[in-house]
């Protein structure tokens, strides 16, 4: 039986090339979400991803894209063969919510009253933002330059913070003046998408800013039915919380205080993945795939079996994948019988 650690996603995974992607498929777990979004009077899972279009105005608003996304990795995660053997679980952001859910430290409806929560917050109440830079060369390998760049920008401009440590690539977060003085600072990167790119609707999560969201999530969700988990969890840390040998309180208190508002750090939490679990595979849940390149940095700056650069871990993934992403067909098709 392979090791596996599971990754959910962040809310920004779902885009349209993932709609439709939950048509004929069962989840007991996607059942009570869209049950609890029907007690709420608002549109289920089910019928967002069964729209006709995607409509960024709807999909990637804060009140529906956090559900949406946590919606399709519970029902990927529901897929899963028993032939996999699930060593720990973690998530991106706002894939901690979904983490604690399919972990056991939250009921699927107590994880979706913490989604719903936090996401009805950023309802016409945007604050700050977020963007996207890249501190990686050619081939996935940390360009110091390029880090250092960004270091000074933080250092020199107020109300910018790092808000996710993403592998090869950084997440910013701020005001929007300081935001703005972040991409005229920050030199172009070339791609399919130049950076740095500002995420839409996104508020500056994990920064020092969402001091007030910290503030009313104590006040809304402090009785939150927070469990011990089931299965191993690794935090925006690097922390792993284990069955029966965590307090349910302080675990409570990380999830609506510390995360909020201190960096996230997404490569640590790999880093502790690969080296305290060994895991055959990191299994990536959906909705998208997007993930799997900051895995790969963060393989390559491990040298984690030989992976040296983007050509090694490319060459990985053709001929025995160490990601296997289930938003990818081709990878999915290894994780479910």
């Given at each position: 039986?392979?090791?596996?650690?599971?990754?959910?996603?962040?809310?920004g995974s779902y885009s349209k090339d993932s709609l439709g992607g939950l048509q004929g498929l069962e989840s007991t777990k996607l059942n009570?979400?869209?049950?609890?979004?029907?007690?709420?009077?608002?549109?289920?899972?089910?019928?967002?991803?069964?729209?006709?279009?995607?409509?960024?105005?709807?999909?990637?608003?804060?009140?529906?894209?956090?559900?949406?996304?946590?919606?399709?990795?519970?029902?990927?995660?529901?897929?899963?063969?028993?032939?996999?053997?699930?060593?720990?679980?973690?998530?991106?952001?706002?894939?901690?919510?979904?983490?604690?859910?399919?972990?056991?430290?939250?009921?699927?409806?107590?994880?979706?009253?913490?989604?719903?929560?936090?996401?009805?917050?950023?309802?016409?109440?945007?604050?700050?933002?977020?963007?996207?830079?890249?501190?990686?060369?050619?081939?996935?390998?940390?360009?110091?330059?390029?880090?250092?760049?960004?270091?000074?920008?933080?250092?020199?401009?107020?109300?910018?913070?790092?808000?996710?440590?993403?592998?090869?690539?950084?997440?910013?977060?701020?005001?929007?003046?300081?935001?703005?003085?972040?991409?005229?600072?920050?030199?172009?990167?070339?791609?399919?998408?130049?950076?740095?790119?500002?995420?839409?609707?996104?508020?500056?999560?994990?920064?020092?800013?969402?001091?007030?969201?910290?503030?009313?999530?104590?006040?809304?969700?402090?009785?939150?039915?927070?469990?011990?988990?089931?299965?191993?969890?690794?935090?925006?840390?690097?922390?792993?919380?284990?069955?029966?040998?965590?307090?349910?309180?302080?675990?409570?208190?990380?999830?609506?205080?510390?995360?909020?508002?201190?960096?996230?750090?997404?490569?640590?939490?790999?880093?502790?993945?690969?080296?305290?679990?060994?895991?055959?595979?990191?299994?990536?849940?959906?909705?998208?795939?997007?993930?799997?390149?900051?895995?790969?940095?963060?393989?390559?700056?491990?040298?984690?079996?030989?992976?040296?650069?983007?050509?090694?871990?490319?060459?990985?993934?053709?001929?025995?994948?160490?990601?296997?992403?289930?938003?990818?067909?081709?990878?999915?098709?290894?994780?479910?019988?």
């Amino acid at each position: 039986m392979k090791r596996c650690i599971v990754l959910c996603p962040g809310r920004g995974s779902y885009s349209k090339d993932s709609l439709g992607g939950l048509q004929g498929l069962e989840s007991t777990k996607l059942n009570e979400l869209d049950a609890l979004r029907q007690s709420w009077e608002r549109p289920t899972v089910r019928e967002m991803d069964n729209s006709s279009k995607f409509r960024s105005s709807w999909h990637i608003a804060g009140e529906n894209a956090s559900i949406l996304t946590a919606g399709v990795s519970a029902t990927d995660f529901d897929q899963i063969s028993e032939q996999m053997d699930i060593v720990g679980i973690c998530g991106n952001s706002m894939g901690w919510y979904t983490t604690l859910g399919l972990a056991g430290a939250l009921s699927i409806v107590e994880m979706g009253r913490l989604i719903e929560t936090m996401g009805q917050y950023q309802k016409g109440n945007i604050i700050g933002g977020q963007l996207v830079y890249s501190v990686v060369d050619e081939h996935w390998q940390v360009d110091p330059q390029r880090l250092q760049t960004v270091c000074d920008a933080i250092e020199q401009t107020p109300d910018l913070h790092w808000s996710i440590k993403l592998g090869g690539q950084v997440v910013l977060g701020g005001t929007k003046d300081a935001l703005q003085r972040a991409m005229e600072i920050l030199p172009t990167v070339d791609g399919p998408r130049p950076l740095p790119f500002q995420l839409p609707l996104h508020s500056a999560f994990h920064t020092p800013l969402m001091i007030e969201t910290h503030r009313q999530a104590l006040r809304d969700l402090s009785n939150l039915d927070m469990r011990t988990p089931k299965i191993p969890m690794i935090d925006g840390s690097g922390h792993i919380w284990r069955p029966k040998a965590c307090s349910a309180q302080s675990l409570l208190e990380y999830t609506l205080g510390t995360q909020v508002i201190e960096t996230y750090d997404f490569t640590a939490m790999i880093r502790t993945a690969l080296k305290h679990f060994a895991p055959d595979h990191i299994i990536l849940l959906g909705p998208g795939s997007n993930l799997g390149g900051a895995i790969g940095h963060v393989l390559i700056e491990e040298r984690w079996q030989g992976i040296a650069n983007k050509e090694d871990f490319i060459h990985r993934q053709k001929t025995n994948p160490f990601v296997l992403a289930m938003g990818r067909v081709d990878q999915r098709t290894q994780v479910i019988n």
